[in-house]
């Protein structure tokens, strides 16, 4: 199959607002050439070895006349890496359609002879309008919606924009336009907009730090200026702007922050924002893992702790050249829901999985099984809690626990303004220790949840509970 260079919308903030065929062309890409404005948790869902390059480094000026000079570097490093045989993702923030500068990435790519193909995502435009509750279109207010760029290309001698028209539209949504909002709203007043339309930005939308300013064509620069208003930001003029106040359900949720790796978890009427402050990574020696699985024949209990035991269990099996026959005989038991599900995921349904999802619940589970003399696996990480090990221990269990996979913190943790948050979750006790480290204790009113007895104790002698 010959290859070809693709360019991917990522979506405005929020990782997961990418399409699902832009997700699974991300995952099968080696070269990952991306727009700085993309979530970099996005990122985690590459190749490992794939090689991740941010535009930013090449030279760009942020919101400024540098973008010129910048998609040449761009274009030639896209050319570059496909001739050199890679698969090329192109990832762009929001969406590949609008004001993207594709056709110039496009006629370089062309001109070369380079196959190409276009995946849209979602603009920033319909999701500022989602997160702000505020529609672009509405039967009593709009019946006509324009995009338009408050920032043309500065070699320009005259504007593309008809004030007139836009003046007319019903809902104007303005891109890349906090920098010239002064004098947009000026030429559309003097275009006949009446200075007492009503006008909303809305910056870093979808994330925990979005904000809603609102105001009019009259104000809304000072406004602005005084609340150090900056991009990434979308602006939306209209009438419609005054159905943000009935229907923005982002700003009266309840804002809490997880900091576990689990996936999302949906339907609960509070606003979860993810940010894993652990890392799972495999270890760089496997050797002692290894000789201690080549016996896994020997064993008559398999207990996993985590979903990423089993992940790194079931790698580490098949290096060796072994499958799930080799243990036949042994039975299974999943501390939770998510590890057991990840076990079906390798063809393996858990004989034992305990009500109460922790090591605690797993160890009152296998006191109503005699133990005593059988000889238990546990895959673990460098980090683990010696509670699960100790409880089967005391029953009698014969018990080997090698490390499977390393626990750390990551490097590019953002800054974060704790005030924002109404809850904060913890998921495990290295990810409270990693928390504090990171962004020291937050304010006495944030709300403090733990999954486990063992992370609440962690966040107990930490002080975020009493």
């Not at 979808?206 to 609340?227: C, H, M, N, P, Y």
């Not at 402050?277 to 016996?295: A, G, M, N, Q, T």
């Not at 009500?355 to 673990?380: C, M, Q, T, Y």
Request: aromatic share 10%.
């Amino acid at each position: 199959m010959k290859n070809k260079v693709y360019l991917v919308g990522a979506g405005p903030g929020k990782a997961d607002l990418i399409t699902v065929r832009g997700l699974e062309i991300l995952r099968q890409a080696e070269v990952v050439i991306y727009d700085y404005l993309v979530d970099k948790s996005l990122l985690n869902e590459a190749r490992v070895d794939a090689q991740l390059i941010c535009c930013d480094k090449l030279g760009k000026k942020r919101y400024s006349d540098g973008f010129i000079r910048h998609n040449d570097l761009v274009n030639k490093l896209v050319i570059k890496k496909f001739k050199q045989g890679k698969h090329v993702i192109r990832l762009k923030s929001g969406d590949v359609s609008i004001f993207s500068r594709w056709s110039q990435e496009l006629e370089a790519l062309t001109k070369e002879k380079i196959p190409f193909e276009l995946v849209p995502g979602v603009t920033a435009a319909s999701s500022a309008s989602a997160f702000s509750g505020i529609p672009l279109t509405d039967r009593r207010f709009a019946a006509s919606c324009v995009f338009a760029t408050g920032h043309e290309d500065p070699l320009k001698k005259e504007t593309s924009l008809d004030w007139e028209s836009l003046a007319k539209s019903g809902t104007i949504v303005l891109y890349m336009a906090v920098e010239n909002l002064g004098k947009i709203s000026q030429r559309l007043i003097a275009a006949g907009k009446s200075k007492n339309t009503a006008v909303a930005i809305i910056q870093d939308v979808s994330l925990f730090t979005q904000k809603v300013l609102t105001g009019t064509l009259a104000d809304i620069a000072v406004k602005a200026r005084r609340e150090k208003i900056r991009p990434p930001a979308i602006i939306i003029i209209g009438e419609v702007v005054k159905l943000g106040k009935q229907f923005d359900w982002f700003k009266k949720n309840k804002k809490v922050l997880f900091t576990g790796i689990s996936k999302d978890r949906f339907f609960g009427q509070e606003s979860v924002f993810h940010l894993p402050v652990i890392k799972i990574i495999p270890l760089k020696d496997y050797r002692k893992f290894d000789k201690e699985l080549k016996s896994i024949a020997d064993f008559d209990w398999l207990v996993f702790s985590s979903r990423y035991g089993v992940q790194y269990f079931f790698e580490r099996l098949r290096i060796i050249g072994f499958d799930a026959r080799v243990f036949s005989q042994a039975k299974i038991a999943a501390i939770g829901d998510s590890t057991r599900r990840r076990l079906l995921d390798f063809g393996m349904v858990a004989d034992l999985v305990p009500k109460d999802e922790s090591a605690h619940g797993l160890i009152n589970v296998f006191k109503k099984i005699d133990i005593k003399g059988k000889r238990v696996f546990i895959p673990r990480s460098d980090l683990s809690d010696k509670g699960l090990e100790g409880g089967l221990r005391k029953q009698g269990a014969e018990v080997t626990a090698p490390v499977a996979y390393k626990n750390i913190m990551p490097q590019d943790l953002p800054d974060l303004n704790l005030d924002l948050f109404d809850e904060i979750m913890f998921g495990s006790p290295s990810g409270v220790r990693n928390f504090i480290k990171r962004y020291g204790r937050p304010a006495k009113k944030t709300k403090i949840n733990c999954i486990g007895d063992v992370t609440r104790r962690e966040a107990k002698k930490w002080q975020l509970l009493k």
